[in-house]
């Protein structure tokens, strides 16, 4: 296939409530969408989960920008791909950059799925009809109003409840919403808000039946971690130090982590995203997958990716409606009874909600292949 042009848009969305975590609060979402064109005029979309502020990574809406347009497009423009996987390889000798790569990655994925009339589920070799999914509920003013909002989802049938967890509210926290939930699949994100002198606070949510505790060290350590595992009976499941399979092997086989969290654009792509998710199969080692507050592209290639057989844990793909007044997809994610049914169009397998998404596109950037390339289809 023959990448013709490429459309990045600067988008800008408007959350619904803020959402605050142990490094920052959320309410309005800058981010970028790239849609790339084949010479058979198919269609595919990818989302970079960057955010605004270099909090949860180094990388910036800014940098994936940088690279996408000065590195990653004139590369895709100029290459015959005849499979996804090809990009990564074609991105290989670029360093780091793993939401830029996964922004282009991703389109291309949804494009070569589209052109070979499957769903992204189906092109990489996932099978489930329905995925079960549970939300990540960020810092509360107290406990009360925390679990205020915990009971309406809750209700609404999501199948685990995430809370984030910063110094200061952790443990009295969680107590009180344990007590009041004793029966919810339960978790904690402390987004690596704690080092190894807070072992023995940590210890504390031991016994309180978590599910397991998301990345409480710091974003670049796997040395502690592991050390803090051989430690607490809750199993310590990593985000952001997970960047590729070599970093998912080494956290392994030093008992780092017992679960990871995969997030498709911090790996760097679908490609590498598989690759993790076979190796921790291999290994016993249950994977589910994260989210970064994604508008309706991002969350489609969340949900294709988990129809794989080891995503046995539910993830943090919520319905839109959970973010947004309006997403930029038709139809829009809907959660029923805490499952998504996977959609069974071709590619990501949801239409373009035109309208919103130019509402909310703040600058388009266009770059095309040279024509003559293009127009001989070479
Ligand atoms: O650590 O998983 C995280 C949101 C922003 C940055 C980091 C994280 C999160 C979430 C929310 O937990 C996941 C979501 O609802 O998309
Ligand atoms: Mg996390």
Same mark, same amino acid.
């Given at each position: 296939?023959?990448?013709? $042009?490429?459309?990045?848009? *600067? ?25 790339? *064109? ?8 990818? !989302? ?13 809406? !800014? ?9 990653? /497009? ?36 949804? &494009?070569?799925? %589209? ?14 009809? =329905? #995925? ?8 509360? $003013? ?5 679990? !205020? ?12 409840? %995430? ?12 107590? *009180? ?27 504390? &949510? ?37 960047? @590729? ?6 956290? /392994? ?12 654009? =911090? ?35 969340? #949900? ?16 839109? @409606? =959970?973010?947004?007044?309006?997403? /930029?997809?038709?139809? $829009? ?29 703040? $600058? !388009? ?14």
């Amino acid at each position: 296939m023959k990448i013709t $042009e490429i459309r990045i848009r *600067k988008m800008k969305m408007m959350m619904k409530k803020p959402f605050s975590t142990s490094f920052g609060t959320f309410q309005e979402k800058d981010f970028l969408l790239l849609e790339a *064109k084949d010479e058979l005029g198919n269609s595919g979309w990818g !989302e970079s989960v960057a955010f605004h502020s270099p909090w949860y990574s180094e990388e910036t809406l !800014e940098t994936n920008l940088h690279i996408i347009k000065d590195f990653l /497009v004139p590369i895709v423009l100029g290459n015959e791909i005849s499979h996804p996987d090809q990009v990564s390889e074609l991105f290989g000798h670029l360093r780091k950059n793993n939401m830029a790569k996964s922004t282009v990655e991703g389109a291309i994925w949804d &494009l070569y799925a %589209k052109r070979n009339k499957m769903t992204l589920a189906e092109a990489l070799g996932g099978a489930r009809k =329905r #995925i079960e999914v549970g939300i990540s509920i960020g810092i509360h $003013e107290n406990a009360d109003e925390l679990i !205020e909002t915990v009971a309406g989802f809750v209700e609404e049938g999501y199948k685990r409840i %995430k809370v984030k967890i910063k110094p200061g509210y952790d443990v009295d926290v969680m107590q *009180k919403l344990r007590a009041a939930f004793p029966d919810v699949p339960m978790m904690a994100d402390a987004n690596s808000a704690y080092r190894l002198k807070d072992t023995e606070l940590l210890q504390k &949510l031991d016994g309180l039946n978590l599910t397991m505790i998301e990345q409480p060290l710091a974003s670049d350590d796997i040395i502690d971690h592991a050390t803090l595992q051989a430690n607490l009976q809750t199993p310590i499941c990593l985000d952001e130090s997970i960047h @590729s399979l070599e970093d998912t092997r080494k956290a /392994v086989e030093l008992g780092s982590t017992k679960i990871i969290n995969i997030k498709i654009g =911090r790996v760097g792509g679908l490609t590498e995203a598989k690759k993790i998710h076979d190796y921790c199969a291999e290994k016993g080692i249950p994977v589910w997958c994260g989210g970064m507050l994604e508008s309706g592209i991002g969350r489609a290639h969340n #949900i294709a990716l988990t129809t794989l057989p080891n995503f046995t844990l539910p993830g943090d793909t919520a319905g839109s @409606s =959970r973010y947004w007044e309006e997403d /930029v997809i038709s139809p $829009e994610v809907v959660v029923e009874d805490g499952y998504i049914t996977v959609p069974d169009a071709y590619g990501i397998g949801y239409a373009i909600n035109k309208q919103a998404m130019d509402r909310f596109t703040v $600058e !388009e950037l266009v770059f095309q292949a040279q024509p003559s390339t293009a127009a001989t289809g070479q």
